[in-house]
């Protein structure tokens, strides 16, 4: 799922590897740049169940070994999609119906330790039991270089189980950003709410790195 720009290539550049691995990919389509939803992550959590679907009706898809992967806005989704009561208010009664692992890419995780110690909600009290694996960067302008990790540390003991973070201390925002697609944004959401810029600075030396990691992760848990 891609980022807030729409799709730009990151997702491709993942889907590459994870089909020479054999496993099928799906990128979705959300928004276009510039239109990302005002409502939030909630408004397209509808893609994502949506595509759980269609892949689950396939005859050549095994519907119990399906992942979900994204970038910062499809990242934050990735996220939210390991709540037990996301799933459960989105596709009640399907039984297993769920995504079979996660690999959120550096997600807003300020946003949502806002959401774990909320009192008034639930996302994030009880969770659907699939793996998770987190990336994260040192410079991600988006929050602190230590939010992610403090997100899955606010977590019970038999969830942070199932739950990795893999940090890049130098990665910026978007660092796996196509070579020469390199920008700085203003997003109200950076800088923990504060706003402000926010650096995309492709590295292809790092990204290879949470490339092949993404790849061993879906093979591991995709095949059991």
Not at 50 to 70: C, F, M, Q
Not at 103 to 108: E, I, L, S
Not at 203 to 212: N, Q, T, V, Y
Request: with cysteine.
């Amino acid at each position: 799922m891609h980022g807030s720009g729409g799709i730009d290539g990151r997702g491709e550049f993942h889907a590459e590897a994870l089909r020479k691995a054999g496993i099928a990919t799906l990128e979705i389509f959300m928004f276009d740049r510039g239109a990302r939803p005002k409502a939030g992550h909630t408004a397209t959590l509808t893609h994502a169940f949506g595509a759980l679907k269609y892949l689950a009706s396939r005859p050549e898809i095994d519907p119990k070994r399906i992942g979900v992967t994204g970038y910062s806005w499809g990242g934050n989704l990735s996220l939210r999609l390991s709540s037990k009561e996301t799933n459960d208010a989105f596709l009640p009664g399907e039984g297993q119906l769920r995504f079979a692992a996660h690999a959120p890419f550096y997600p807003v995780c300020w946003a949502h330790i806002k959401l774990a110690t909320d009192a008034k909600t639930k996302t994030y009290k009880a969770f659907i039991g699939a793996p998770l694996l987190l990336f994260a960067g040192g410079e991600d302008d988006y929050g602190g270089p230590d939010d992610c990790k403090k997100l899955l540390d606010s977590f019970p003991e038999d969830t942070r189980k199932f739950m990795a973070l893999q940090f890049y201390p130098t990665a910026t925002h978007g660092w796996d950003t196509p070579s020469g697609r390199g920008r700085t944004i203003n997003d109200p959401y950076s800088h923990g709410g504060k706003g402000g810029s926010v650096r995309f600075t492709p590295d292809s030396d790092i990204a290879e790195d949470p490339r092949a990691k993404v790849v061993a992760f879906f093979v591991q848990h995709l095949n059991k």
